[in-house]
């Protein structure tokens, strides 16, 4: 009898499974497989409790496998290193900027971070139109720049596309007006970098740098080049290229005077940590290796300056 | 918010006017004083000039702000691709027939003409050479039409833009092959163009 009924029923059950099916094609377009995490990571956890931890990536906009793969490997560090939010170096979307490509390129691949409520500030890279900042996922307040505090530690995140007189005036402003003990500078283009292909930006340098000097800038990270690289510090900061996590330049480091480290054979990210007066960093492959690590403390800066 | 900078704008206007002292470029318009009348500082009132076509421009975009929905921090990036084309829309429609040299004004070319080559000339050659190679070639620009999103903004030289007159956030340099381009920021359009500034690299 229940036979007979479940066989009545077989062809409407499969024309509904068939019909939901179609709908659910539709409704969701195909998208990129999760990624599958390396089964390791060599991310090592904070050596402090209760210190400022974030997140460094750069270049991530494209939307490719090795974006997905860095995000994957990003969220497995996060297990063991718990850092509270990221910094993005600019070039946050690659290409086209239609609303698919906010998804394609950002929501998707960082998808566990942003369900795991790891907050975004990001900056703005030559590939990117200003209007991201009205993306509250970006965390840009609605500025192309802006600056943040977490506990004694004062972000920058700067606009180094477009460093006009007004947002020269509002960095020293800022600058001046912070009694932070760490200072902490993030934007696209380097000052000083051995990649082959850009380099340097030293017009940048001259305009920004002396302001970093008088005010007592700890750290500056930048991107553009898609590599890692730690420099030896120049006029007492230290800086940093991050701008491999998703684009890779293979091989375009030029060991130079400049580099203390540097990775460019594959994709890469950074964590950090700012515990009391020493800074700890870890740079990792897209595979999780640690490819470079290490700690700054921080250095009494001129009177005035913080 | 927005009046502020302006004022802040038209105050920096009225400062860069009266303070302003440069070496008379090549072909630059001279206003001397023919029939008795006072001489004007050539310079100055090509300044002027130039501000004062930037505020009419301004006074349209705020026109058209005032037509599109206003944009405030969002989630939904459809909402930011649809504002960024409705002012489009609304600032095309506004200067319908706008042409070359609306706001560039002709008798500033010879000026900006002047202040980008020199800072070119100055730069090393690696640097000039690097600067010339980043920007983007081949690329079709006309006035009031929308910057293509697929082709990145390249970096304006920080110490070059110390050198040009100061714009109104609404508005930004840039540079796009051998042009100067004026650039909507809000609206991502092409403002006006000065062409043939940016040197060519000698083979």
Not at chain 1, 80 to 106: C, T, W
Not at chain 1, 197 to 220: A, C, Q, W
Not at chain 2, 39 to 61: C, D, M, W
Request: proline fraction near 7%.
């Amino acid at each position: 009898m229940k036979n007979d009924r479940v066989m009545r029923l077989a062809p409407a059950l499969v024309m509904l499974a068939v019909a939901t099916a179609v709908a659910a094609m539709r409704a969701d377009p195909p998208q990129r497989p999760t990624p599958q995490m390396s089964a390791v990571t060599d991310t090592r956890p904070p050596g402090g409790t209760g210190s400022v931890t974030f997140l460094v990536l750069g270049d991530t906009g494209t939307g490719d496998r090795a974006q997905f793969e860095v995000a994957a490997q990003a969220w497995k560090s996060r297990q063991v290193f718990p850092y509270e939010f990221a910094i993005m170096l600019g070039d946050n979307l690659y290409g086209s900027e239609r609303p698919q490509d906010y998804a394609n390129k950002f929501e998707r691949p960082f998808q566990p971070l942003l369900d795991a409520g790891v907050q975004f500030h990001a900056s703005l890279g030559n590939h990117d139109d200003p209007n991201q900042r009205y993306y509250k996922p970006f965390g840009m307040g609605g500025q192309r720049y802006y600056t943040f505090k977490k506990q004694d530690v004062r972000f920058f995140a700067l606009d180094s596309n477009y460093m006009d007189r007004d947002q020269q005036a509002w960095l020293e402003r800022v600058l001046r007006e912070s009694n932070d003990k760490w200072k902490v500078a993030y934007f696209h283009h380097p000052l000083y970098s051995s990649g082959g292909r850009h380099g340097s930006e030293v017009d940048l340098r001259e305009t920004i740098e002396p302001l970093f000097i008088k005010y007592g800038m700890n750290v500056v990270f930048a991107g553009h080049e898609h590599f890692y690289e730690r420099l030896k510090p120049q006029k007492g900061i230290h800086y940093f290229t991050a701008g491999g996590s998703a684009k890779l330049r293979s091989g375009d480091i030029r060991i130079g005077p400049l580099t203390a480290k540097g990775y460019d054979s594959e994709q890469s990210y950074m964590v950090v940590e700012i515990d009391g007066d020493v800074m700890r960093f870890q740079a990792l492959s897209r595979r999780g290796k640690v490819v470079d690590s290490g700690e700054i403390t921080r250095q009494a800066k001129p009177a005035g300056s913080s | 918010m927005r009046n502020l900078k302006s004022a802040a704008f038209v105050l920096s206007c009225a400062v860069l006017v009266g303070g302003c002292e440069r070496e008379e470029p090549a072909g630059a318009a001279v206003a001397g004083a023919p029939g008795g009348q006072p001489s004007v500082n050539a310079h100055g009132a090509a300044t002027l000039e130039f501000q004062n076509r930037i505020k009419a421009y301004l006074e349209i975009h705020h026109q058209a702000e005032g037509q599109v929905p206003n944009l405030k921090r969002t989630d939904d990036p459809q909402e930011i691709s649809d504002r960024e084309a409705l002012l489009a829309k609304a600032i095309q429609t506004l200067r319908a027939g706008a042409t070359i040299g609306e706001v560039f004004a002709p008798e500033y070319q010879p000026y900006f003409i002047k202040i980008v080559q020199d800072d070119f000339a100055a730069r090393p050659a690696a640097d000039r050479k690097a600067i010339i190679n980043e920007l983007p070639k081949n690329m079709e620009v006309d006035v009031n039409t929308v910057y293509p999103t697929t082709i990145a903004l390249a970096t304006f030289p920080a110490g070059l833009l110390r050198k040009l007159p100061n714009l109104p956030p609404e508005l930004e340099y840039r540079l796009v092959g051998r042009s100067l381009i004026l650039r909507d920021v809000k609206a991502n359009l092409i403002v006006d163009i000065l062409r043939d500034v940016v040197p060519t690299i000698p083979s």
